[in-house]
């Protein structure tokens, strides 16, 4: 194999990687091993009805500084990343010794004060040796949980992400910020490959998950599935503060406006996700079933400035969050 084709083939699994490793984005930047575990003070819930989450009100965040390879243009590139327990869709990626990020996550002003999470859904690319151009389409994300992290592989990209919290509360919705610019007319489907249409509107896109996960002796985790939300937003807006939507418990497949694919239970038709175990690997979690009275383990919660699957999206479509809170 020539030097061109295997520079070629390695800036492709790359870019791959870089696209692919969340359901509806890209990689992370964050580390694992941290604890991610968060409670609010004691009476909290009583005193007020609200529970911030975290760095929900993304007015701490962390910088991050690598280097190109040479190979690429060798430019530097800053990645964000808000407080615990949040990680973002900004990529490290480093194969076979070259070094490509991806950005599609930043930390913007709130009209309101303070700062927000602005979420964007662009094209990657990268020229090789100045000559040939890859590109592959990315959302912007936020979500609960952590990532390894340089991304290595293109191999099993949801083996890299740890998805969610440990949470026992049963808050009755989730509130939050946002404000959406949304690009009219169908989707694209760009991967390393060709570019295609995907008929149906992008939408801005977020998600809470509330689960009893359990493991066996091999490590492997399972599920019931204790409480569901999915809100797609398909207009521009302004800011609108304090929006609520509430969190369906028990069988959500019964209730008016089911989404299989977003709101099915994983491994068995819905959106797969990962969470480390004990021995701390990232393992496929396998939902068995619905139960609204059991007391959840862990919250996901994911805001995605598109929908649809890996690669798959609007250029343009954006979103904005701030102060993201759970009601009870």
């Known amino acids: 194999m020539n030097l061109r084709k295997s520079i070629l083939l390695t800036i492709s699994s790359m870019m791959a990687a870089v696209a692919s490793a969340l359901p509806y984005s890209a990689e992370t930047l ?16 009583a005193i007020c009805g609200e529970e911030l989450i975290g760095g929900g009100n993304f007015e701490s965040w962390s910088t991050k500084s690598y280097t190109e390879s040479k190979l690429l243009g060798g430019k530097s590139v800053s990645m964000v990343k808000p407080a615990s327990p949040w990680a973002v869709s900004n990529v490290y990626a480093k194969l076979a010794g070259i ?9 913007d002003a709130h009209p309101g004060g303070g700062s927000c999470a602005k979420l964007y ?12 151009d890859i590109e592959v389409f990315a ?41 959406t610019q949304i690009v009219k007319g169908n989707r694209i489907k760009k991967g390393v490959g060709s570019k295609s249409t995907v008929a149906g509107q992008d939408m801005c896109e977020c998600v809470v ?51 299989a694919s977003s709101m099915g239970l994983m491994g068995k038709g819905g959106t797969q996700r990962c969470g480390k175990n004990s021995r701390g690997n990232v393992v496929p979690i396998k939902e068995t079933g619905w139960d609204g009275n059991a007391t959840p383990t862990h919250i996901i919660i994911q805001f995605s400035s598109s929908h649809g699957g890996a690669y798959i999206g609007t250029v343009g479509n954006t979103m904005w969050v701030d102060n993201v809170k759970l009601v009870y």
């Open 139 to 179: 959302a912007g994300s936020i979500f609960t949980g952590s990532v390894t992290e340089p991304v290595t592989s293109a191999n099993n990209p949801y083996g890299k992400i740890n998805f969610g919290m440990p949470f026992t509360k049963k808050p009755k919705a989730i509130k939050f910020d946002y404000k």
């Open 30 to 45: 964050d580390a694992m091993g941290v604890d991610y575990s968060y409670s609010a003070p004691d009476g909290l819930d």
């Open 121 to 132: 859904s662009h094209l990657v690319s990268c020229k090789v040796l100045g000559i040939v």
């Open 209 to 259: 998950i509330l689960q009893k996960r359990t493991e066996d002796a091999k490590g492997n985790i399972t599920a019931v599935r204790v409480g569901t939300m999915v809100k797609r937003f398909s207009t521009s807006t302004g800011w609108v503060n304090g929006a609520s939507f509430p969190i369906t418990y028990g069988d959500a497949s019964k209730k008016a406006g089911y989404d």
């Open 99 to 107: 070094v490509k990020t991806n950005v599609s996550v930043y930390k």
